[in-house]
T-cell receptor, first 115, second 115 residues
């Protein structure tokens, strides 16, 4: 079974631009979560989508947004990029068969560099 | 508030020796606990989880972890380290009563196994 895929793997943008990152979960997984990883702040939760609905949102400004499509693929968008947005953005998918907790499987990430 | 502490930035061990990577947590109610490993330029790989049941959990690549409720700890262990175990290790927690799939991660511990 194919793992979580993220595109693109690397991205270079300039301040003020916007960017869209894509995540395809493992087949059959309906939950997609996004995390930001930086050397200073570590791994921080951005948001989770399940059945096309945002279930939870982390403490990030409104410039960070996301959505999920009917096939469970997800995109996240960052508008008006700032230098501090440079990070590895990780996507994780899970079966999410509540109430049982299912572990999350991570993709390889998208490395975003803002110049 | 939920939190995870990994008190050691780096752990050094000789190949063939046992290794321990420490993790303590704080969460309201019972926890779900996880260990992930990250290799350079890669996403996070799931190692093991504690949901309920036996306090000693066995996972991938010969790793195991012991859940200690009284000490709120979930230390990762391996009886005999390999050079290929050298990587960045993350402990994560989610509250049982939490409705989201948000994981709170520790700051990570770099494991260096010398030949």
């Amino acid at each position: 079974k194919a793992g979580v895929t993220q595109t693109p793997r690397y991205l270079i943008k300039t301040r003020g631009q916007q960017v869209t990152l894509s995540c395809s979960p493992i087949s059959g997984h309906r939950s997609v979560s996004w995390y930001q990883q930086t050397p200073g702040q570590g791994l921080q939760f951005l948001f989770e989508y399940f059945s096309e609905t945002q279930r939870n949102k982390g403490n990030f400004p409104g410039r960070f947004s996301g959505r999920q499509f009917s096939n469970s693929r997800s995109e996240m968008n960052v508008s008006t990029l700032e230098l501090g947005d440079s990070a590895l953005y990780l996507c994780a998918s899970s079966l999410r068969t509540d109430p049982t907790y299912n572990e999350q499987f991570f993709g390889p990430g998208t490395r975003l560099t803002v110049l | 508030a939920q939190s995870v502490a990994q008190p050691e930035d780096q752990v050094n061990v000789a190949e063939g020796n046992p290794l321990t990577v420490k993790c303590t947590y704080s969460v309201s109610g019972n926890p779900y606990l996880f260990w992930y490993v990250q290799y350079p330029n890669r996403g996070l790989q799931f190692l093991l989880k504690y949901i309920t049941g036996d306090n000693l959990v066995k996972g991938s690549y010969g790793f195991e972890a012991e859940f200690n409720k009284s000490q709120t700890s979930f230390h990762l262990k391996k009886p005999s380290a390999l050079v290929s175990d050298s990587a960045l290790y993350f402990c994560a927690v989610r509250g049982v009563m939490d409705s989201s799939y948000k994981l709170i991660f520790g700051s990570g511990t770099r494991l260096l196994v010398r030949p």
